[in-house]
């Protein structure tokens, strides 16, 4: 069963727009985490942000900001003022804290996104 | 500074070779991890390891192999069975809900 969905293939959005990606996620577990990477052309994945299944805050760091919710089983990403930059893959992934899983992430397909100058 | 080392970057395999891609954390983590990654596909799980001398089958693990000796090493090696090896490869390392994951290795099949 698809554990992580990211149903936004690819966004496009002009410099200075705020954009937000969808993540919405599955899991029978009462504990998991939930994170975000991006993905750069040149391939490593960079860390975002971890969020405990506990914890339904949301999070802003910067220009970056999370919203976080149990109720809809979402995790959604928005970057305001977009930047050139921020053109990437983002990745939205859940690991489950069940040992039969071995920690492993389950991550989305993935959002291109392209900010147009 | 520690952190994981994937080599190489780029590696082309002739149809029909076996190949080893090789990767190495001095993060003194337990659980190490390889993933695929196809267009479109996002990143699917080869095999994991979380202790020394042990490993799973993750869910694409056919026509892949592993080792996992030393604590800091989990070398994959994409076999001739592989029918479709052309991908980006990621290992990954983890501890307590931490994950580090490497630069990756691009393989092509020539």
């Known amino acids: 069963a698809q554990k992580v969905t990211q149903a936004q293939t690819e966004i496009s959005v002009v410099e200075k727009e705020d954009v937000t990606l969808d993540c919405v996620y599955e899991?029978?577990?009462?504990?998991?985490?939930l994170f975000w990477y991006k993905q750069p052309p040149s391939g490593e994945l960079v860390f975002l942000i971890r969020?405990?299944?506990?914890?339904?805050q949301n999070e802003i760091s910067g220009r970056y900001s999370w919203n976080f919710q149990k109720s809809t089983s979402s995790f959604n990403f928005t970057i305001t003022a977009s930047q050139v930059v921020d053109s990437a893959v983002y990745f939205c992934?859940?690991?489950?804290?069940?040992?039969?899983?071995?920690?492993?992430?389950?991550f989305g397909t993935g959002t291109s996104l392209t900010v147009i100058p | 500074d520690g952190g994981i080392t994937q080599s190489p970057k780029y590696l082309f395999r002739k149809e029909g070779q076996n190949v080893t891609l090789s990767c190495e954390q001095n993060?003194?983590?337990?659980?190490m991890y390889w993933y695929r990654q196809d267009p479109g596909q996002g990143l699917r799980l080869i095999y994991y390891s979380q202790i020394v001398n042990d490993f799973q089958k993750g869910d694409i693990a056919e026509g892949y192999s592993v080792s996992r000796e030393k604590k800091e090493s989990f070398p994959l090696t994409v076999t001739s069975a592989q029918k479709n090896p052309t991908a980006f490869y990621l290992c990954a390392s983890s501890i307590a809900k931490v994950y580090t994951f490497g630069s990756g290795t691009r393989l092509t099949v020539v």
């Open positions: 992934a859940l690991s489950e804290a069940t040992m039969h899983t071995g920690n492993q992430f389950y």
């Open positions: 969020r405990n299944s506990f914890d339904e």
């Open positions: 899991t029978r577990d009462t504990t998991y985490y």
């Open positions: 993060l003194n983590h337990d659980a």
